[in-house]
């Protein structure tokens, strides 16, 4: 019996047109039976088997799509070697690790998918936290039947004005104050978008005929405002 016969991967020898000659012990326990090496390769993979392998190429290497015993379609790192007009050929499958690689990876997108859902909903859940928050922030208390008080808390931006402009403006109309006073005590940063903002707000209640007043501004605040004080006329 041939040494061939104990060879760790299916081996075949094959003629010059492919016909087996004999083959490894392995390559029965992988392939189903064939008569021509060329019948263990998918239709697909043919026309590339007979460029590549052919005797033409002393020494050649390629990969293959192969019918198995256990799968229709399995990829082969197939090789060769052409001597005396016959061909040794070695067929080794491509490792299946790889397969479970681009599964693990597939899976981990998957999960980053997921988890990038899950931030967005909660970025969406916290601006919305916040825009409440903002709303929250400007309270109308009533000093006399034609007196307000309006304390403001956290930043002075866009957004704390925008949020509550609306509101408070009906309010306002509604219980026909004459006089509203803005408390800054609890006003932490200004920015110039927020200024720009409140300075509109303080107009629309002019037109409406109520007096605004600011107060309890801190030195900061009243360097900021100072810039804009012409608009407060």
Sequence with gaps: MSVSQYLPHPYFHVK??????????????????ADNFLELVDSGSK????????????????????????SPYALMDVSIH???GEGHVFCIEKDTRLTELESLVSQHRA??????????????ALEQ???EVKKLSSPLIEITKKEALVPLFG??????????ETPLLAKIFEEEYDV???????????????????????????????????????PNHAIYLNKSCHLFK
């Design 16 to 33: 010059h047109d492919f016909t087996i000659l004999s083959q490894s012990a392995q390559s029965n326990d992988v392939f189903p039976h």
């Design 180 to 218: 509203i006073h803005f408390d800054f005590s609890g006003v932490g940063e200004i920015s110039e978008e927020g200024v720009s903002k409140f300075i509109n707000l303080l107009q629309k209640l002019d037109l409406m005929g109520v007096v605004p007043s600011v107060v309890a501004i801190k």
């Design 129 to 131: 936290a916040l825009i």
């Design 82 to 84: 052409w001597h005396s």
């Design 47 to 70: 026309s590339k088997a007979l460029s590549i392998l052919s005797e033409f190429n002393r020494m050649a290497a390629c990969e293959l799509t192969m019918r198995t015993l256990y």
């Design 111 to 124: 999960r980053l998918a997921e988890t990038n859902m899950e931030l967005l909903d909660k970025k969406e």
């Design 155 to 164: 930043d002075l931006d866009s957004a704390l004005i925008e949020h509550n």
